[in-house]
């Protein structure tokens, strides 16, 4: 079956290339669009393989002729415009030739009896994406975010996430009050006290808080925690890097489950 035949768009004025420019570029423009844009292979793949159906196929005139049947006819409609362009609404150093709108779903709430991992104000949209990868990759899932964590669909944590996003129950903007609604045990990370991650006996499904990169966990949180967990760390640093921590902390969980 034939693509139909797209939109032929050529002007960097036009409205759609910059709602597209924004949404590339902006952390929050997916908030005021409640749409978000993917690009490259790899991410458009990761989302139609966990079934999205984006609402726009953008691609390269020199790209479109010779475009995959699966990635032309995966959005509901689709547009061409110039090689030039696309690359100046791309957030990427080598822009890619294609990209997805994808329309957000409705506001998700929070599940309270699902694993979950909880982020408490974490800065740095590098961490966040990483986060979401392990908590995609090791069974949990829901992620919620604090009001003060980096924007969970902002291109940066989107880039980071490398398509856990698609796979993810994603809720941010919530209070410490909004968290109480949680029914599953909290575990909270700490540097310094707590039971020892490797002789921990982890209850599942539980909900992990990875708390901010400076400040550790917020002490509201942390003292509602139904146990503290830190992890060996025998070369005597101070602390680890909390998207590595979270990788040990929520891989143990996984392991814990299928021992």
Not at 86 to 99: K, T
Not at 173 to 185: E, K
Request: charged share 15%.
């Amino acid at each position: 079956m034939t693509a139909a035949a797209p939109v032929q768009i050529q002007s960097r004025d036009n409205p759609l290339v910059k709602d597209l420019r924004r949404l590339a570029q902006d952390n929050g423009a997916y908030r005021r669009q409640g749409r978000v844009w993917v690009e490259g292979d790899h991410l458009c793949r990761a989302a139609l393989a966990r079934g999205w159906r984006p609402a726009i196929g953008v691609f390269s005139a020199s790209y479109w002729p010779s475009a995959p049947a699966a990635l032309a006819h995966a959005a509901i409609k689709n547009v061409v415009v110039p090689d030039a362009v696309l690359a100046e609404v791309s957030g990427l150093e080598s822009p890619a030739p294609f990209g997805f709108v994808l329309d957000l779903p409705a506001d998700a709430a929070l599940a309270p009896g699902a694993a979950a991992v909880v982020l408490d104000r974490l800065q740095d949209a590098g961490n966040v994406g990483s986060i979401l990868r392990s908590a995609a990759a090791f069974g949990f899932a829901q992620v919620l975010a604090v009001k003060g964590t980096a924007a969970l669909w902002s291109p940066k944590v989107l880039r980071a996430g490398m398509g856990a996003h698609f796979g993810l129950r994603l809720v941010e903007g919530l209070s410490h009050d909004d968290l109480q609604s949680l029914q599953v045990p909290w575990l909270a990370t700490s540097s310094h006290q707590g039971d020892l991650l490797h002789r921990a006996a982890l209850p599942w499904p539980c909900a992990w808080l990875m708390g901010h990169e400076g400040q550790g966990v917020s002490p509201v949180l942390e003292a509602r925690a139904a146990q503290r967990i830190r992890i060996a760390q025998p070369g005597g640093e101070e602390s680890l890097n909390v998207a590595a921590a979270a990788a040990i902390c929520l891989h143990a969980s996984a392991a814990a489950r299928v021992d």
